[in-house]
């Protein structure tokens, strides 16, 4: 008898704590899935102040730059294509 109380009793516990997994998870991906959509609506990398350059990311706001604090940056302006550390454009400014 005491054997099949402990079942039950993981049993029980298995159902009270299966519900708080799954919307634990969720709220973890609803959160996060906010969280990128913010950090991706930073503009520095499609404005015409920004270098590419790790050592002076911006011309304007050096400090804020890549940060959620340009969100919203009132001197930014619009560039044709964004600058990649990659790009073959970023290496002809930075030579």
Not at 42 to 69: M, N, Q, W
Request: charged letters at 20%.
């Amino acid at each position: 008898m005491i054997h099949f109380s402990t079942h039950l009793a993981s049993l029980a516990g298995l159902i009270f704590l299966a519900p708080l997994l799954i919307w634990s998870v969720w709220l973890t991906l609803k959160e996060g899935i906010s969280q990128l959509k913010r950090l991706h609506s930073i503009p520095c990398s499609r404005c015409a102040f920004f270098t590419g350059d790790y050592r002076l990311k911006c011309t304007v706001h050096p400090i804020t730059a890549l940060s959620e604090e340009a969100i919203g940056c009132r001197d930014y302006e619009s560039r044709s294509e964004p600058i990649c550390p990659y790009s073959k454009q970023w290496k002809r400014l930075n030579k």
